[in-house]
């Protein structure tokens, strides 16, 4: 027995799985752009999704009042072929939806719970419908699902105000309960609801509670194809700063915080493919992940398209959220710059998807990324006749303009390369060339 134990306690310090398999991250590599929707009752009071009950007193709504909001939502305008036709429009090829926020409120149909959208005056599978327009227009959704939920009496005693125990209580003899009912949602979702693209985990802090191992081996069980992030006590596939952009190129092993930047394990320098860390950065348009009428602090499209340049140009994808209204549409002006993203990309394209971090990494105001022979070169501030490119190594055949037909003269010099880009007419957000070397 003594041995039979020994063997146990060896088993569950070694990894879960081997490295992920290629086409799994190769296909999340390769996509680099994709749209995040928080969304919820949470919409119809203009505060962020769970924050309210859990310490947020600065949002001006009771925990009783926050609960109350499913009774009024009904999103009678919501149109998920719209939404996914939006994401298409706008160049991204995945979408990752919120089924679950810490507050437990579900937007599929669980059979756990009657906390979710099937119980109030809509009354229909909001993810149900999601999943069908996304295979309707061939587009991969993922699922954000929450392991904190501050409605499950096995998280947290719910007989005292949220904001004293939001962390959870995992001491309590109800927290194995708790983790049932999370594997019971889970498979719900791996189930019921077609091919998904990821699981995103949100676990906030202490995060090994969770036991990430036995969910990550039921994902992998059921849906093999699906990535996990790093949100659940584990690495998983890929790691997610938030909000924020890493000064470098993760590395395996890089500390690369969900909001705290000062980040360790990156790399200035391109480094070996194998040694890269997969990552993906999340970034709200205004301030707010949820709709909030009141947050008008919009980036500007040139600022979008830019973050979108800098996360591919160190390997990394780009998932840009938007909060829908009460109603469920998309405000107008998140449409506006999605349209704009998407018009850009429509001519530059080729330098994001399908490309990894570029040879050039620390250059002011010029970003790289590459793909197989060719580098393509971002240019935020346009020079003027002509620019210098002197730590890029390699002998060039060709240098194109993405933007136009115009011709791109080149010569070597010193070690490096000049452009003559006196035919090219600057893009008001960012410029690429594409240099195709021998």
């Known amino acids: 027995m003594a041995i039979r134990y020994c063997l146990i306690a060896l088993l569950s310090l070694t990894p879960l799985l081997a490295d992920p398999p290629a086409e799994r991250l190769k296909r999340f590599n390769d996509a680099k752009f994709g749209m995040f929707i928080h969304w919820g009752p949470y919409s119809l009071a203009s505060v962020e999704a769970s924050w ?18 499913p009774e009024s939502f009904n999103p009678v305008k919501f149109d998920a072929r719209a939404w996914v036709k939006l994401a298409k429009q706008a160049g991204q ?26 119980r109030t005056p809509y009354g229909k599978d909001i993810a149900a419908q999601l999943a069908e327009a996304a295979k309707a227009e061939g587009i991969p959704l993922g699922f954000y699902y929450s392991p904190p939920d501050l409605n499950h009496a096995g998280f947290r005693d719910t007989s005292v105000d949220s904001n004293q125990n939001w ?46 191992r036995r969910f990550h081996k039921m994902i992998h069980e059921i ?39 000062n980040d360790a394990g990156l790399s200035q320098t391109p480094p070996k493919p194998e040694d890269f860390q997969p990552w993906e950065t999340c970034m709200t348009i205004n301030e707010t992940w949820g709709y909030n009428k009141n947050d008008t602090r919009y980036k500007s499209t040139t600022e979008l398209i830019r973050a979108l340049v800098d996360a591919a140009s160190k390997g990394g994808n780009f998932l840009l959220n938007v909060g829908p209204t009460p109603e469920g549409e998309i405000q107008p002006e998140f449409v506006e710059r999605l349209k704009a993203m998407g018009e850009w990309l429509s001519r530059n394209g080729e330098a994001i998807y399908g490309t990894t971090y ?35 190594k390699g002998t060039p055949k060709a240098v194109r303009w993405l933007g136009g037909q115009a011709k791109v003269g080149f010569r070597s010099t010193g070690g490096g390369l000049t452009l003559d880009v006196s035919g090219v007419k600057a893009d008001p957000h960012v410029t690429v060339l594409a240099i195709d070397m021998k």
């Not at 309210?52 to 909001?69: C, F, H, N, T």
């Not at 570029?358 to 105001?365: I, K, N, R, S, T």
């Open 223 to 261: 849906q093999p194809m699906a990535l996990i992030n790093n949100r659940i006590g584990l690495t998983g596939d890929y790691v997610t700063p938030e909000q924020r952009l890493p000064k470098a190129i993760p590395m395996k092993g890089a500390t690369v915080g969900n909001v705290d930047p």
């Open 93 to 118: 090829r995945y979408i990752v939806f919120t089924s679950k926020h810490h507050d437990g409120f579900c937007m599929f149909d669980s059979a756990y719970t009657n906390y979710k959208i099937t």
């Open 167 to 212: 962390r959870g209580e995992p001491w309590r003899a109800e927290w194995s309960t708790y983790l049932d009912y999370m594997e019971m949602q889970l498979r719900e979702l791996l189930t019921g609801y077609g091919d998904l693209f990821v699981i995103w985990f949100d676990g906030l802090d202490n995060q090994r509670k969770y036991d990430g």
């Open 52 to 69: 309210p009950i859990m310490g947020g007193k600065k949002w001006g709504i009771s925990e009783a009042d926050y609960r109350k909001l």
């Open 358 to 392: 570029g040879p050039l990494q620390q250059m002011a105001g010029v970003r790289t990324t590459a793909k197989g022979k060719t580098v393509y070169v971002h240019v935020y501030g346009w020079p003027g006749g002509s620019l210098e490119l002197k730590a890029l």
